[in-house]
């Protein structure tokens, strides 16, 4: 199916989602830390992430008064390596690069840092943070709970959010090592961009109240919302391909989103209330800096991480396989090209940004136009 592309750059991209933050509350520092994590999705070919979330997941949710636009960070448990922070409903992107700023600066000063919160709301790509740790000279561990989307093994009930368990670290390479993935085999976002593409699902992704798999991105989307849907842990449908791993994963970042800092879980985080009607989502986060100094010289750490991931790299390929990458890589890749072509949007992205410019009149016109 040929589809109708368009092609915006970055800096446009962020400049209009710090306008259409701005003029749906959010304070001007805080729209351009959102605005900043949002097209950090689109610079690294994520589109599931990016731009195309700006309205659906973030200007509607603020004009369902089920968003904050004024984020009010609070602290409220601290030690010298450790914080909790209550989020309050905030901007989850505001929320995810205080706590991690946060973790840095202790992990600085002592070697090692966490900070766990609560009551935030979702906070872009995951990869965002370990960037931040990676760019500080640290390894950063990080995860998120999320709405229920995730059958438990030989389950069918969507239980645990997508959850991803996000890994990084500095190399010396042009790019970090970034491991950022769910813990389901996909993400709703993903599936949202399959269903704006009007792109069948491959088989496995989702599956429906009797356990077979559905391959129709409107009706899984649908279904997850019902209840009646769910996505499968990665590894897949059953314990053949050990989907018990993936299910495993996903309880490990529940359980770090939501015990360690008194927080909501499971289906309290649907985002509905007992009656039914929408509410802030309450998710969780945790963040973990490690300070490579602490334990060796950076620039040792960067050359044997680097050599580790070349080496793997170098080795044989398949039959017909063009190359082996390195997590990271393929977004470094992306960013290379799209910082020559812009950034790809479909119609559909095309038209959701055009009806934020619209409705808050603001004064802004794309290049497609």
């Known amino acids: 199916m040929t589809q109708d592309i368009a092609y915006e750059s970055f800096e446009r991209l962020e400049e209009f989602m710090v306008l259409g933050f701005k003029a749906a509350g959010v304070p001007a520092e805080d729209a351009a830390i959102c ?25 509607d949710r603020i004009e ?38 946060l973790a840095i600066a202790k992990a600085k000063e002592y070697g090692m840092g966490m900070v766990a919160v609560r009551n935030s709301s979702h906070y872009g790509i995951a990869g965002y943070y370990p960037l931040m740790a990676a760019e500080a000279g640290m390894i950063c561990f990080t995860g998120t709970n999320a709405r229920p989307s995730i059958a438990p093994t030989f389950g069918v009930e969507n239980m645990l959010g997508t959850n991803p368990l996000t890994v990084g670290f500095p190399t010396d390479e042009a790019f970090p090592f970034v491991l950022d993935c769910a813990t389901s085999i996909t ?3 993903k599936i949202e961009h399959y269903a704006r593409i009007g792109k069948t699902m491959p088989y496995g992704w989702v599956i429906n109240e009797k356990g077979e798999a559905v391959t129709d991105p409107d009706v ?13 842990p990665l590894g897949g449908i059953g314990e053949e391909l050990a989907g018990y791993k993936g299910y495993g994963y996903a ?6 989103s939501a015990a360690l800092q008194g927080g ?9 209330s007992a009656t039914g009607e929408k509410q ?22 960067k050359k044997t991480a680097g050599d580790i991931l070349r080496a793997l790299r170098a080795s044989k390929k398949a039959e017909g396989a063009e190359r ?22 479909n119609k559909a992205v095309r038209d959701s940004l055009t009806t934020v410019r619209d409705n808050y009149q603001i004064d802004f016109r794309f290049s497609w136009e």
């Open 251 to 256: 309880t490990i970042v529940e359980i770090l």
């Open 324 to 345: 082996i990458y390195t997590a990271g890589e393929k977004e470094y890749l992306a960013f290379l090209e799209r910082s020559e072509t812009g950034v790809p949007l």
């Open 187 to 189: 993400q709703r976002g």
């Open 280 to 301: 802030p989502y309450h998710l969780g986060h945790f963040f973990m800096a490690i300070d490579i100094e602490a334990f060796t010289d950076v620039a040792d750490f």
């Open 35 to 59: 605005a900043k994590v949002l097209i950090e999705s689109d610079k690294r070919g994520i589109d599931s992430h990016g731009v195309g979330r700006f309205k659906p997941i973030y200007i």
């Open 64 to 101: 369902d008064g089920i968003l904050f636009t004024e984020t009010k960070l609070e602290v409220v448990r601290e030690t010298k390596t450790t914080a909790v922070v209550d989020g309050h409903d905030g901007m989850g992107h505001v929320i995810g690069v205080k706590a991690m700023e």
């Open 264 to 272: 909501n879980f499971l289906h309290q985080l649907t985002g509905l």
């Open 220 to 232: 899984a989307l649908e279904g997850l919302v019902k209840g009646t849907c769910a996505l499968t």
